[in-house]
């Protein structure tokens, strides 16, 4: 019997090899759901500029934007599954999306396949400059002494949840006020609009070189590599860790074998000194793991971001 099983399978995986082997056959397109200028587009056109060039095949990013990252992900997911088109899946369309939109039209564990890990990256908080405090700890003081009149800016519902869980476990009472993206969250933090707002490594750097904001803190657990000097949210609020993360993900029933192959590729970019170099100046932190791997994360990360929806009684809508 095993033997007959065994033969009955071999055409199979005879015929899946090859094409695995020969992937890809053509460009391949990688759907970022996040307009041009993103942190999400600017990570993918990173790697998929090393892609490009390792497979020697031109790796072509279509950003389609729209319902926070709902329209990009349902058209990679409706995509042939031919390993020809991925999509840059994060904590926004992977982690949270699914709490947050009441008739969201995909479920990223059933829909879509893990090909690979790429980065993550916590989030700093920025403050700005007029604001008379010199840390955390000094600003959450202000907040207390001031209820509702401190406010916070966010361009996506992860940095939303940063700035909300933050005052949730210091029982301070900030003003959340929604962007269009974080470029514009911080824009306002700069002018001394908003008071803060947690953004990313690809803008604040730059703000914070030129003097235009105050980092007080990273979301991390821990002391964030490429930021050494800046202090936790946990050193001050212990138990608070936050982080955000990036993958390629491919139509749920794209073979095994091209996963895999496109896995291995990845891997070997990633590793590379260069790419690293560039990713760190995005403020990103590569890392590679096996689709079950990054398919354990996603799990986890799906629950985890439920629980922090819950605990703040975020309405879907």
């Not at 009472?173 to 306002?188: F, I, K, N, S």
């Not at 933090?189 to 990313?200: Q, Y």
């Not at 990103?284 to 799906?302: D, G, Q």
């Amino acid at each position: 019997m095993i033997a007959r099983r065994s033969l009955l399978a071999a055409p199979a995986l005879l015929g899946a090899l090859p094409a695995a082997a020969a992937w890809p056959e053509r460009p391949l397109r990688i759907i970022v759901p996040f307009p041009p200028g993103s942190i999400t587009d600017a990570m993918t056109r990173t790697v998929a500029d090393a892609l490009g060039q390792a497979l020697r095949q031109p790796v072509v990013v279509e950003n389609r934007a729209g319902g926070n990252g709902v329209v990009g992900t349902q058209a990679a997911i409706q995509a042939p599954a031919d390993g020809s088109v991925m999509v840059a899946i994060s904590v926004s369309t992977a982690s949270l999306n699914p709490h947050v939109l009441r008739n969201l039209p995909y479920d990223p564990l059933r829909d879509l396949a893990p090909v690979g890990y790429l980065c993550d990256c916590p989030y700093m908080l920025a403050v700005t400059p007029g604001l008379q405090a010199a840390n955390l700890a000094q600003l959450l003081e202000i907040a207390r002494a001031r209820p509702g009149q401190l406010t916070y800016s966010y361009g996506n519902q992860s940095a939303m949840i940063c700035s909300a869980l933050m005052a949730q476990m210091a029982g301070v009472q900030m003003l959340g006020v929604p962007y269009r993206g974080g470029a514009e969250a911080l824009t306002d933090v700069v002018a001394g609009r908003i008071t803060t707002t947690f953004t990313d490594f690809v803008n604040g750097p730059a703000q914070l070189k030129e003097g235009r904001i105050k980092a007080f803190a990273v979301t991390s657990g821990q002391r964030f590599s490429l930021a050494p000097d800046t202090p936790t949210v946990a050193e001050t609020l212990p138990g608070y860790d936050l982080s955000v993360w990036f993958g390629l993900a491919a139509p749920r029933a794209t073979p095994e074998p091209v996963i895999a192959r496109a896995n291995a590729v990845l891997a070997e970019v990633l590793a590379q000194p260069q790419l690293r170099d560039r990713l760190a100046s995005q403020g990103l932190a590569p890392r590679s793991m096996s689709p079950l791997e990054f398919a354990a994360v996603m799990r986890r990360e799906l629950d985890l971001w439920g629980d922090r929806v819950k605990r703040l009684n975020i309405e879907p809508t």
